[in-house]
């Protein structure tokens, strides 16, 4: 067990809300966490079986590599590179996630690269609509917060999921994933099961706009820079027009910002508003050549062909 698993492990364990998830479970060749919702599973060298507080594991962790674990007489041995840490074993610990007797099935292949994981960033965590939190995956991977959104090619499966916000707590690498009827399971270096969230994803094809006769090109650093300026003024609405000029007002204040992009193409008349935090966010995972395709100022932006911003209204 390798010092760099210690991040991804603490991911997924440490709720302090139930005993069981403040330790590491040592069975069948793999040592296993949780944090409720979902569990990582990494191999592991042992003899015996049982539980070890994962604050203890962390420590040891932290500065050792763990060659093997063995139970003995009560305790717990660490071994490591001419270490050994012997600690008590937890004792009566109610630990549910093995999954004994859930069927996964319908495997395909995953190749979870760092544009994915980026999807987080187009993610709302939201008590009340609980789907903007996780990832939809459909024909394609979907994720969106309703002013924003992003979509991108996903291998095809038997049914549409919802999977759980700890997905991207996963690390990149390749996946063998099968699912049952609660559960998705990802098998790799390291094993993660999570829950898949039994909630109706909103209809997101509905608001992309495919008929598009209007086109905008520029340089991202040079929006950048014009953001950061418009965000002095109002960080909620700035507005965008077919000379690449770029506006901020702050109507209560009468404050405006306006600046023009130094490198810029368009084609058709445009006028359209839009929430410059946002624009941000989507511009960080874009390259340095920006298009942008829209239709009327109602209609959300394409953005790079696969991101969607929604317009302000005003």
């Known amino acids: 067990m390798k010092r760099k698993e210690l991040s991804i492990l603490s991911k997924f364990s440490g709720n302090k809300a139930v005993n069981y998830a403040m330790y590491a479970k040592i069975k069948d060749g793999f040592l296993t966490v949780t944090n409720l919702n979902s569990s ?24 050792n590599d763990i060659e093997s674990i ?9 071994q490591c590179s001419k270490k050994v ?7 009566d610990i109610n630990f549910p996630c093995n999954h004994v007797g859930e069927i996964f099935e319908n495997s395909v292949s995953l190749n979870v690269t760092s544009d994915l994981l980026s999807f987080k960033k187009f993610t709302l965590k939201d008590p009340l609509r609980p789907y903007f939190s996780g990832l939809y995956w459909s024909k394609n991977f979907v994720a969106t917060n309703a002013q924003f959104m992003i979509w991108g090619n996903a291998p095809t499966i038997h049914k549409d999921v919802l999977l759980h916000e700890d997905f991207f707590n996963i690390p990149e690498g390749n996946y063998t994933v099968s699912f049952s009827k609660k559960n998705v399971k990802f098998e790799g270096e390291i094993n993660f099961v999570l829950p898949l969230l039994n909630e109706r994803f909103p209809n997101y094809e509905a608001v992309i706009p495919y008929e ?13 820079e014009l953001l950061e300026n418009s965000l ?33 193409n368009s084609v058709g008349e445009i006028k359209i508003s839009f929430n410059p935090n946002l624009m941000k966010i989507i511009l960080a995972t874009c390259g340095e ?26």
């Open 40 to 63: 990582a599973a990494v191999p592991i060298n042992h003899k015996g079986n049982g539980f070890v507080e994962f604050d203890l594991l962390k420590k040891v962790l932290a500065k």
């Open 70 to 78: 063995i139970f003995k007489d009560g305790f717990c041995e660490l």
């Open 85 to 91: 840490f012997k600690f008590e074993e937890g004792k």
């Open 212 to 224: 598009n006769d209007k086109k905008i090109t520029f340089s991202k650093k040079d929006m950048l």
């Open 232 to 264: 002095i003024v109002n960080n909620k609405i700035s507005s965008i027009d077919s000379f690449g000029n770029i506006e901020a007002i702050d109507i209560d204040s009468g404050s405006e910002f306006k600046g023009k992009l130094s490198t810029f």
């Open 289 to 314: 050549n920006i298009t942008i395709d829209l239709s009327t100022p109602n209609r959300g932006m394409i953005i790079d062909s696969n991101k969607l911003l929604m317009p302000v209204l005003i």
